[in-house]
């Protein structure tokens, strides 16, 4: 396999529902059809992107992020699953056992928010893209993706007045985290069902460049077939190709890869 220089994506944002698990699992899909290699980390004790992603449901897997994170680095291998439900996109599991990981770091690691980064670093060549899908948590799980990581995404929900609610939070605990892994670089934020004819849209992407500093040209509009492609637990290339939210999709995986490089 040739060398790539691996790109570690975190999608992030406390806020509960904005369109985290959304944004990976699509953005997964339609980087692995641009012809690059894909992981998925699901690192929410919800397991949403897994039971997305996975052929197999959270609770049959043996080593899933849970045991990876407070275990030894040769579990990696055994953690990583490559027949999924998605061509090119391999996944680590997500499980409820999330739920306990954050107190037995903070009692075992030497370095709590940087056990994912260290196993990590086996699988740097590997892959194209690694995407990391976090908790709606700005704690220990959230922390462990953006030490990890080269980039990070923050979905802001642009139909909701609330959208912002936190924000600044995120982007304070951004600066925290650069002093452990200064390479951290902002993508921007991504508007998530956003319909430019909205005011209540309008005003929330103003606000998001104000307040995050970044933002990505590429919005995604507001679609049933999003759920549809969740309960089919399918792509949205395989619901409806043609559909204005999966070129969204396929607009912003090009728009990363030209912004990474
Ligand atoms: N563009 C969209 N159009 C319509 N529905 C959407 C869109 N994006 C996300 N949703 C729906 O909104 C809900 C929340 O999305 P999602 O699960 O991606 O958010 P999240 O940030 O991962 O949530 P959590 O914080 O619980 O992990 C889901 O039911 C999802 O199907
Ligand atoms: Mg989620």
Redesign the pocket.
């Known amino acids: 396999m040739t060398s790539k220089s691996t790109k570690i994506i975190a999608v992030a944002?406390h806020?509960?529902?904005?369109?985290?698990?959304?944004?990976v699992?699509h953005l997964a899909s339609e980087l692995a059809d641009l012809g690059t290699n894909v992981l998925v980390i699901d690192l929410?004790p919800?397991a949403?992107a897994s039971l997305h992603i996975g052929s197999r449901h959270p609770s049959e897997i043996e080593i899933t992020s849970a045991e990876l994170l407070v275990g030894d680095l040769n579990l990696i291998s055994e953690a990583i699953e490559d027949e999924t439900n998605f061509k090119n996109v391999s996944l680590i599991y997500g499980s409820l056992n999330l739920g306990k990981t954050e107190d037995q770091l903070k009692d075992d690691a030497p370095r709590p928010s940087e056990e994912l980064s260290n196993k990590l670093e086996l699988l740097k060549g590997l892959y194209d893209f690694i995407l990391i899908?976090c908790?709606?948590s700005l704690k220990l799980l959230t922390s462990n993706a953006l030490a990890a990581s080269t980039h990070v995404i923050i979905?802001i929900e642009s139909g909701s007045q609330y959208g912002l609610y936190g924000v600044t939070d995120l982007t304070n605990h951004l600066s925290k985290i650069r002093r452990v892994n200064p390479e951290l670089k902002l993508l921007g934020a991504l508007l998530?069902?956003h319909d430019e004819r909205q005011n209540v849209c309008k005003l929330i992407k103003n606000e998001a460049l104000n307040q995050v500093g970044e933002l990505l040209n590429t919005t995604?509009?507001?679609?049933?077939?999003?759920?549809q492609a969740?309960i089919l637990q399918q792509s949205l290339l395989r619901v409806d190709k043609n559909s204005k939210?999966r070129k969204a999709f396929q607009d912003l995986a090009k728009e990363i890869v030209k912004r990474v490089k």
Do not use: E, L
């Not at 806020?15 to 959304?22: L, M, R």
């Not at 995604?220 to 759920?227: A, D, L, R």
């Open positions: 944002n806020k509960g529902g904005c369109g985290k698990t959304t944004t699992v929410d919800q949403n899908d908790p709606p979905p998530i069902k995604i509009p507001i679609s049933t077939k999003v759920n969740a939210v």
